[in-house]
């Protein structure tokens, strides 16, 4: 059964400083896709990242990166320079070709910028 | 486009009482979920659809019954709200393919007394 663990339930930096989310997950399938979501204090989910089974370049958007190491099964998400705005939970997925039409979700990360 | 909306945004309701809540996508997307959030417990799936007059349990679907009569809705029935049932309700559909994202509505905030 695929199964998505994100350890860290609460995280705290202040701004500026560098901060990343793990997520593991596991799945028998040998194709499937990750995900990562965010949720804003507002409260509506938004697609950030996707990155499939076959693809492990790692990817740099902005101050956001991922790392994705399909030998440790971890999918992880680093922001640099932290800021206030990045303050949200932030949830990893997983959707298996083998259970197309359904995702499973990590418990999520909050993660709390002070300035 | 409005992407996917959600009707009501908030409602309270009595122990007993049921209640449809409304989910509407103009994507043209195939798959459909509800999920609820509860504190501290990420996103639960409870039921799901993957076309139009299709339904599956996810899950948590237990107390919860759900239509999708025309591919743009999917509707989220409680027939007799408990407590238990207070949460955050989340829409969200897909395109047709698994490394699509999933897009989400506002959400639903329910309180059952």
């Known amino acids: 059964a695929q199964k998505v663990t994100q350890a860290q339930t609460e995280i705290s930096v202040v701004e500026k400083e560098d901060v990343t989310l793990d997520c593991v997950y596991e799945?028998?399938?040998?194709?499937?896709?990750l995900f990562w979501y965010k949720q804003p204090p507002s409260g509506e989910l938004v697609f950030l990242i996707r990155r499939n089974s076959f693809d492990e370049q790692n990817e740099i958007s902005g101050r956001y990166s991922w790392n994705f190491q399909k030998s440790t099964s971890s999918f992880n998400f680093t922001i640099t320079a932290s800021q206030v705005v990045d303050s949200a939970v932030y949830f990893c997925?997983?959707?298996?070709?083998?259970?197309?039409?359904?995702?499973?979700f990590g418990d999520g990360t909050t993660l709390t910028v002070k300035p | 486009n409005a992407g996917v909306t959600q009707t009501p945004k908030f409602r309270v309701l009595k122990t007993g009482q049921s209640m449809t809540l409304l989910c509407a996508q103009d994507?043209?997307?195939?798959?459909m979920y509800w999920y609820r959030q509860d504190p501290g417990m990420g996103l639960r799936l409870i039921h799901y659809?993957?076309?139009?007059?299709?339904?599956a349990k996810g899950e948590v679907p237990d107390g919860y019954n759900v239509s999708r009569l025309k591919k743009q809705n999917f509707l989220l029935g409680l027939e007799s709200a408990a407590p238990s049932q207070t949460s955050v309700y989340f829409c969200?559909?897909?395109?047709?393919?698994?490394?699509?994202?999933?897009?989400f509505g506002p959400g639903t905030r329910l309180t059952v007394t």
């Open positions: 659809s993957v076309g139009e007059g299709t339904t």
């Open positions: 997925a997983l959707s298996e070709v083998m259970n197309a039409g359904k995702s499973t």
């Open positions: 799945t028998r399938d040998t194709t499937y896709y």
């Open positions: 994507m043209n997307h195939e798959y």
């Open positions: 969200a559909s897909q395109g047709l393919a698994v490394y699509y994202e999933q897009y």
